[in-house]
């Protein structure tokens, strides 16, 4: 009876063992905004405790917020791709000319607002078009940011003669072609630099969407946000993109692989669309009424009609960079167009 004993805890102390040498991996995820960020709370830290708790404790999360790890926003792809994060969460657009085929889902009026409405539309156009914008990493998530509206200080923006003379901050090349169609002035600028340049007068306002106007405090320093009407097509969208290097991927054991793969792709995005309509709708619910601009349909048409000839431009230089644009605009349309 003492020797069987004794060979139950002799088991039992190497079953302990073996449970304790199992490696524990630490993925370093970074992205640009604070720790405050909805996309930190109610995303990045919920995934990384799943990813967590399915694999009893073996993969964890070291999260790096505001360009902790150097650097700045228009780095973070590179040092996904290059190992100095293992995960970033960034704006492909940030990084200049490397996500070309990406950017269809950027161009002026193309996405319904929301981003349970616009995220599978973004998925979808990134399998069947933008793979290859993507070589060398492992794709997580590609979503979008819910849409723009405009929040000025001191104008108020009901009209294309509102915009005229206006100098606003654009987060991308698209959106800084919309607003320069709609006769503004664009500035181009991360969303960390919004709030200090419009209290300074450098720029009067920005197109941005309502999930960065609490972490910034944008709502601080504009007194005007200006929306469309409802059921109609964003100004303009920031793709968001969760990247992994593609080494440190494969790298792992396979069952930690199949983890993440499982909480990745459409479910991942699913988990962004979720938090990101929430906090959307919380933005906007605390903002005065008497702050809030509806754009009528007269002027949202007249707005469309300006902005029209970018679209057909950007086909025309992604053309001359070797890509068919016609062909990527045309199938970002279509998407767009079955999913109304």
Same mark, same amino acid.
Not at 13 to 39: G, I
Not at 47 to 76: D, F, H, I, V
Not at 138 to 151: E, P
Not at 224 to 240: C, E, K, R
């Given at each position: 009876?003492?020797?069987?004993?004794?060979?139950?805890?002799?088991?039992?102390?190497?079953?302990?063992?073996?449970?304790?040498?199992?490696?524990?991996? /630490?993925?370093?995820?970074?992205?640009?905004?604070?720790?405050?960020?909805?996309?930190? %709370?109610?995303?990045?830290?919920?995934?990384?405790?799943?990813?967590?708790?399915?694999?009893?404790?073996?993969?964890?999360?070291?999260?790096?917020?505001?360009?902790?790890?150097?650097?700045? =926003?228009?780095?973070?792809? $590179?040092?996904?791709?290059?190992?100095?994060?293992?995960?970033?969460?960034?704006? =492909?657009?940030?990084?200049?000319?490397?996500?070309?085929? @990406?950017?269809?889902?950027?161009?002026?009026?193309?996405?319904? *607002?929301?981003?349970? *409405?616009?995220?599978?539309?973004?998925? &979808?156009?990134?399998? &069947?078009?933008? %793979?290859?914008?993507?070589?060398?990493?492992?794709?997580?998530?590609?979503?979008? $940011?819910? +849409?723009?509206? @405009?929040?000025?200080?001191?104008?108020?923006?009901?009209?294309?003669?509102?915009?005229?003379?206006?100098?606003? %901050? #654009?987060?991308?090349?698209?959106?800084?072609?919309?607003?320069?169609?709609?006769?503004?002035?664009?500035?181009?600028?991360?969303?960390?630099?919004?709030?200090?340049?419009?209290?300074?007068?450098?720029?009067?306002?920005?197109?941005?969407?309502?999930?960065?106007? =609490?972490? /910034?405090?944008?709502?601080?320093?504009?007194?005007?946000?200006?929306? @469309?009407?409802?059921? &109609? =097509? #964003?100004?303009?969208?920031?793709?968001?993109?969760?990247?992994?290097?593609?080494?440190?991927?494969?790298?792992?054991?396979?069952?930690?692989?199949?983890? @993440?793969?499982?909480?990745? +792709?459409? /479910?991942?995005?699913?988990?962004?669309?979720?938090?990101?309509?929430?906090?959307?709708d919380k933005a906007r619910n605390a903002t005065p009424a008497a702050q809030m601009v509806a754009i009528d349909e007269? *002027?949202?048409?007249?707005?469309?009609?300006?902005?029209?000839?970018? *679209?057909?431009?950007?086909?025309?230089?992604?053309?001359?960079?070797?890509?068919?644009?016609?062909?990527?605009?045309?199938?970002?349309?279509?998407?767009? /167009?079955?999913?109304?």
């Amino acid at each position: 009876m003492k020797m069987s004993k004794l060979a139950v805890l002799l088991a039992a102390a190497c079953v302990s063992s073996a449970a304790l040498a199992e490696p524990v991996y /630490t993925l370093k995820v970074a992205h640009f905004l604070p720790a405050n960020s909805n996309a930190q %709370r109610n995303i990045i830290e919920p995934w990384c405790q799943q990813l967590a708790s399915e694999s009893a404790g073996r993969l964890k999360c070291q999260l790096y917020p505001s360009m902790q790890l150097g650097g700045t =926003p228009a780095k973070l792809a $590179d040092m996904a791709r290059n190992g100095v994060a293992d995960i970033v969460w960034t704006a =492909p657009a940030y990084s200049a000319g490397k996500f070309p085929r @990406i950017e269809a889902m950027e161009l002026p009026f193309m996405l319904p *607002a929301g981003a349970k *409405a616009s995220n599978p539309i973004i998925w &979808q156009y990134y399998e &069947q078009y933008a %793979r290859d914008d993507f070589k060398g990493y492992k794709v997580l998530s590609i979503h979008g $940011d819910g +849409g723009m509206d @405009i929040h000025t200080r001191g104008k108020t923006v009901a009209s294309l003669d509102d915009l005229k003379n206006l100098k606003l %901050r #654009a987060s991308s090349r698209t959106a800084a072609k919309l607003v320069e169609a709609l006769g503004a002035a664009p500035v181009s600028m991360p969303p960390a630099q919004m709030t200090e340049s419009i209290s300074k007068g450098v720029v009067d306002g920005a197109l941005a969407s309502w999930e960065v106007v =609490p972490p /910034t405090k944008l709502d601080e320093v504009t007194d005007h946000h200006s929306s @469309i009407p409802a059921g &109609q =097509p #964003a100004f303009s969208y920031t793709v968001l993109a969760m990247l992994m290097n593609e080494r440190k991927f494969n790298s792992l054991p396979e069952d930690l692989r199949a983890i @993440i793969e499982r909480n990745s +792709g459409p /479910t991942l995005n699913e988990r962004f669309a979720t938090a990101w309509d929430s906090f959307l709708d919380k933005a906007r619910n605390a903002t005065p009424a008497a702050q809030m601009v509806a754009i009528d349909e007269s *002027a949202y048409a007249a707005m469309r009609q300006a902005a029209a000839p970018v *679209a057909e431009a950007w086909a025309s230089e992604a053309s001359d960079k070797g890509l068919d644009g016609k062909a990527l605009l045309e199938g970002a349309r279509s998407l767009s /167009t079955q999913a109304r």
